[in-house]
């Protein structure tokens, strides 16, 4: 069992970064790929980022990629999103998620189902 926890959302200006942390609990969490998705008011949770459970893999939404970067400390059992270049468009709660199967194949990581353990978000605006 994994329970998460989110911080660092916030309200900043377009063009601003921010950094997005997730603390796990649970002595496994260095055996878990961990994500992060995002639901915008009316939308769909979508996918964000992607690490491998040794950090060594990663895989981005195309929306994201060259801006956002996921990283993560196993040692301290936390997970960062570092989110620069923000736009209005990335407005939207951000959930960080944990997937304890040991590989995925690619195609099957963008989607809700393939995470088993899920936190309660945390807000990020960003305001033109």
């Known amino acids: 069992q994994v329970q998460l926890v989110e911080s660092g959302g916030g309200l900043v200006q377009a063009g601003d970064s921010l950094r997005l942390s997730c603390a796990a609990s649970?002595?496994?969490?260095?055996?878990?790929?961990m994500g992060w998705f995002r639901q915008a008011p009316g939308k769909e949770r979508s996918f964000v980022a992607r690490?491998?459970?040794?950090?060594?893999?990663?895989v981005y939404a195309e929306s994201v990629k060259g801006r956002f970067t996921i990283s993560r400390d196993n040692a301290k059992n936390t997970v960062h999103l570092q989110m620069n270049s923000l736009k209005p468009e990335d407005t939207a709660v951000y959930y960080c998620?944990?997937?304890?199967?040991?590989?995925?194949?690619?195609?099957?990581?963008?989607?809700?189902?393939?995470?088993?353990?899920w936190g309660q978000g945390t807000q990020v605006t960003v305001s033109s």
């Open positions: 998620a944990a997937d304890d199967a040991g590989w995925r194949t690619k195609s099957l990581v963008y989607y809700r189902s393939s995470y088993n353990y």
């Open positions: 649970g002595r496994t969490f260095s055996s878990y790929a």
């Open positions: 690490i491998a459970w040794s950090g060594g893999t990663t």
